[in-house]
């Protein structure tokens, strides 16, 4: 079964640091990008970063840029959003996508195919 399993979120203070975890089953994930989205209540749904899987190449919004860093370990067919300097404004639920590229993962349109991870950032 193919499947997308998001982990480490939390709950934290404004300036502080969460890794998430994106773990891959099912599937050979070394031959995808990953991304990851993040949604908040009544926002839309946001890209705001991707690593490849050719060169290990990154894509970030620049409403995390400087702040979170996106890697890959392929062994434990895992992804990971490590996450600095967190604000309230990124509180959301977090998901990971993979496709073939990452201008594909960061076009992606459909349903999460895990459940998120929710990262909530308050003093």
């Known amino acids: 079964q193919v499947q997308l399993v998001e982990s480490g979120g939390g709950l934290v203070q404004p300036g502080g640091s969460l890794k998430l975890a994106c773990v891959a089953s099912g599937f050979r994930l070394n031959y995808y990008a990953i991304g990851w989205f993040r949604q908040a209540p009544g926002k839309e749904r946001e890209g705001i970063s991707c690593?490849?899987?050719?060169?290990?190449?990154?894509i970030y919004a620049d409403s995390v840029k400087g702040r979170f860093t996106v890697t890959r370990d392929n062994a434990k067919s895992t992804g990971y959003l490590q996450m600095n300097g967190l604000k309230p404004e990124d509180t959301a639920v977090y998901y990971c996508v993979t496709d073939f590229t990452c201008d594909a993962v960061l076009k992606f349109k459909g349903a999460p195919w895990g459940q998120g991870t929710q990262v909530t950032v308050s003093s």
């Open positions: 690593i490849s899987h050719t060169d290990e190449s990154t």
